[in-house]
């Protein structure tokens, strides 16, 4: 191997990340009171929290030990904002359920409405490395579906809020901050964004055009970004 393909090679390793290391990473450094979660699975991005949690998931398979207090609901997320209520807003939230666009975006609705200022959010799949991943039926093996829509529909529709992908292996990682639990420009557009999305809005047709589209961030800059936004947001 050629030094420049070394080189090149470490400093991508140093860019990027696993998201597992990634959502510790974020967990560390927002330090967040509680911690909200969708599509759960095995536990393995649960595990993480040390917080009092809610997780919801219609069919969880949790086979790790858990390290925080967490009420596990198996249901649905649409079926959780329809009828169940969170004692307090939420800190830190993870998207992370039905990898379909507008299951997300309804997910990332519900989560403003129970948020604060200070809440950080973030979503898994947003940046595939392969458009094989990126089929709105799951396929075998990796499946983003088409989760990455979401970034450029938030950017285009809420340019108030902060929403920043990181360049997480794989399926990058999304963060929003800035949120707004008053704002109703996603409820009122709902019907209009799906509208657009039925035809064909924010598609991609390779990885590279998500990725130019998306501008990630290297993952070296996740601590440090939340570091500030966690200085501002209590100032
Ligand atoms: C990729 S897995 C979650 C992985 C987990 N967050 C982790 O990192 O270990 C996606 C999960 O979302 C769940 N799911 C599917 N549809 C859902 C929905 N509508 N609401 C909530 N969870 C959903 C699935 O049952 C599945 O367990």
Redesign the pocket.
Known sequence: MSRLTNWLRNRRARRTEEYLPALATVHRTILPRNYF?????????LALASVPSVA?????KVDVALAAPVRLYPM???RFFAEEVLDEPIDFA?I???HRVE?VLRDFMNIEARAHAGTVVAM?DVMPEDIAYTARDQTPGAWTGDVYRIIPLLRRYRPDLDVRVYDVVQKGLGIVTRLDPSSRVLPQMYDRIVAELDRGAFLEASAAAIRAAIRPRPTTRLASDLAKFRRRSRS
């Open positions: 979660e969708i599509g759960v699975s095995t536990g393995r991005s919801v998931d219609p069919n969880p649905t997320s649409d993870f992370d359920g039905m299951f898994d």
